[in-house]
């Protein structure tokens, strides 16, 4: 008895650990600073993980599929960049395009998501038909992503200057709010809808899960690994697209630094959430849960006013423990 009674402790632990870790965390914050435990406070944890959230999820179907994607942040940074220098005030003197016209809001959210899918072209193409594994081919791209936006912010007649006053309409868009829910939780829910559709209720995402469980046994069923692996990189892109866009209209100003190491949060949140690196699991919540959790992290060490380097030791750890767990789960399933 006391053996079954064991044996489920350490299965509880192994599964729940991660999550008792965070949540003793946030208790702590709340305790060092009860002012941490506010409605407004985590509004604003919640405005703060939602680009974060959009892109997790793009990362989150790579890594069912035994993948991931290093490039995921440049990418967003990129996007954000080109989409906020579209949309500069028109009554800004030093607007990188002083002859462009306002645009409607659609034109550069379409632009961001083209370049989202050009790299999620490239990765996908790279791991389904090159064989190149997720880890090299992202990491080309990331560095191509970043190079491509020094070189479009870097140049005459401004030179390198960070993209800031922008139309007010992008502004609203992204910074609005309607009964007191900012827009960006708004879209953040929507897409997240759409996603677990994706994931739950069509032929796409039964084969992702196939193939990220059992690529061998996938073929052999019929499924076409390399078209699917195609349109699970391609909806990445997009929504890291999505993303970029928002991202920039939600912190003001963007430069050739947006998005640096932002796909690290979106990997963590994944894995904390329940995304197996040994492909095949991860659910839309659990993405979600992980995202918000991991968010309310980093503010809560900002709130309590945790050394900026103490807070990348702690991230760094975060990481290793989700990753360590989720390791040891796949060992116990064998």
Not at 24 to 47: D, Q
Not at 233 to 247: C, D, M
Request: hydrophobic share 50%; aromatic share 10%.
């Amino acid at each position: 008895m006391n053996k079954v009674n064991a044996q489920k402790v350490k299965s509880f632990l192994l599964n729940y650990a991660l999550y008792i870790v965070l949540i003793i965390m946030i208790i702590t914050f709340v305790i060092i600073e009860p002012g941490f435990l506010s409605l407004n406070n985590f509004v604003k944890i919640a405005t703060q993980a939602s680009t974060r959230g959009i892109m997790a999820l793009g990362v989150a179907g790579l890594i069912v599929l035994q993948g991931t994607d290093l490039s995921a942040g440049r990418v967003l940074g990129l996007c954000a960049i080109v989409a906020s220098s579209l949309l500069q005030s028109t009554t800004y003197a030093s607007r990188m395009y002083p002859d462009l016209k306002a645009l409607p809001l659609i034109v550069p959210l379409v632009a961001s998501i083209l370049i989202g899918l050009v790299f999620g072209a490239i990765n996908g193409f790279g791991v389904a038909k090159l064989k190149i594994h997720a880890f090299i081919i992202t990491l080309g791209t990331q560095l191509i992503a970043y190079g491509a936006g020094c070189i479009y912010i870097d140049r005459p007649p401004l030179g390198a200057q960070p993209i800031a006053n922008f139309d007010a309409r992008y502004t609203n868009f992204v910074n609005g709010s309607i009964f007191g829910i900012p827009y960006l939780i708004i879209y953040l829910a929507i897409i997240s809808l759409i996603m677990w559709v994706v994931w739950n209720k069509t032929t796409l995402g039964k084969n992702m899960f196939a193939i990220g469980g059992n690529p061998e046994a996938a073929a052999v069923s019929g499924v076409n690994i390399a078209k699917n692996i195609m349109i699970i990189f391609l909806i990445s892109g997009a929504l890291y697209g999505i993303a970029g866009f928002l991202e920039g209209g939600r912190i003001g100003s963007t430069n050739s630094n947006t998005g640096i190491n932002y796909e690290l949060d979106a990997i963590s949140a994944c894995v904390v959430g329940g995304v197996s690196f040994s492909g095949g699991v991860g659910t839309i919540p659990g993405v979600l849960i992980g995202t918000m959790l991991l968010q309310c992290i980093n503010y809560g060490l900002i709130f309590i006013g945790v050394n900026s380097y103490w807070q990348y030791i702690i991230r760094g750890l975060i990481i290793i423990i989700a990753v360590s767990i989720d390791v040891r789960k796949y060992i116990a399933k064998k």
